[in-house]
């Protein structure tokens, strides 16, 4: 069955240290790979998207994620935490022709600590 | 851009009663999704539309929802009767084809007492 996993219900780190934020995947075919934020009362926001070609991918707020095919991970990174970095963070995967449909990760609480 | 739109942003009701969710998506967005989100389950998929057609309601928990798109910038989520197990938040995600990135509402927080 196609599903993704996030390891770690919470992940702590003080402010300006590097986090990571853990995601693997078991799907056929390849996968098109998704992190999403969800800050308190709020919806889901984009992060990043890992579709094609270079495995490290940019994102909003200066996050990254790194594609590693051979490790089926989608790793979530930011070289310097920030306070409001804490919420909860999703990852996705969707299939190419599957008209977008998600599936989630359970999420990652991050708190960052000053 | 406006985003995806809800409404209502919070619902509380009784249980038996009627509740019905709606959602206005991205313009030009062809694909609408509506997913739950409870502490107990995560995101879970309800359904999803293409072009106002529903494509999968297979994560619809039981008869007592229901789904419409009767036009390209509207769909109605709907609950009758209400229970308090429906309790939850409750977002509308709409994606345009060949972009694969789904973008979402704010939710409906729903309390059914």
């Known amino acids: 069955a196609q599903s993704v996993a996030q390891p770690e219900d919470q992940v702590n780190v003080a402010e300006g240290n590097p986090l990571t934020v853990k995601c693997t995947y078991s799907v056929s075919g390849n996968p098109y790979l998704f992190w999403y934020v969800q800050y308190p009362n709020r919806g889901l926001q984009f992060l990043l998207k890992y579709i094609t070609g270079d495995n490290l991918v940019k994102g909003s707020y200066g996050f990254e994620a790194e594609f590693n095919k051979s490790q089926t991970s989608f790793h979530l990174k930011k070289p310097s935490a920030l306070v409001s970095d804490s919420a909860l963070y999703f990852c996705a995967v969707s299939f190419r022709g599957n008209t977008g449909k998600l599936i989630f990760g359970q999420g990652t609480t991050l708190q960052v600590k000053p | 851009d406006a985003g995806v739109i809800q409404s209502p942003r919070h619902e509380v009701t009784e249980m038996g009663q009627e509740v019905t969710l709606r959602c206005k998506p991205i313009s030009g967005h062809d694909y609408l999704f509506w997913y739950r989100q409870t502490m107990m389950r995560g995101l879970e998929l309800l359904i999803y539309f293409n072009n106002n057609v529903p494509i999968d309601d297979s994560g619809m928990p039981e008869d007592r929802f229901s789904a419409k798109m009767p036009n390209a910038s509207f769909s109605t989520l709907k609950i009758q009767p209400s229970e308090p197990r429906d309790s939850a938040v409750y977002f509308c995600?709409?994606?345009?084809?060949?972009?694969?990135?789904?973008?979402f509402g704010p939710g409906t927080r729903l309390l059914v007492l």
């Open positions: 995600a709409s994606s345009r084809s060949g972009e694969e990135t789904q973008y």
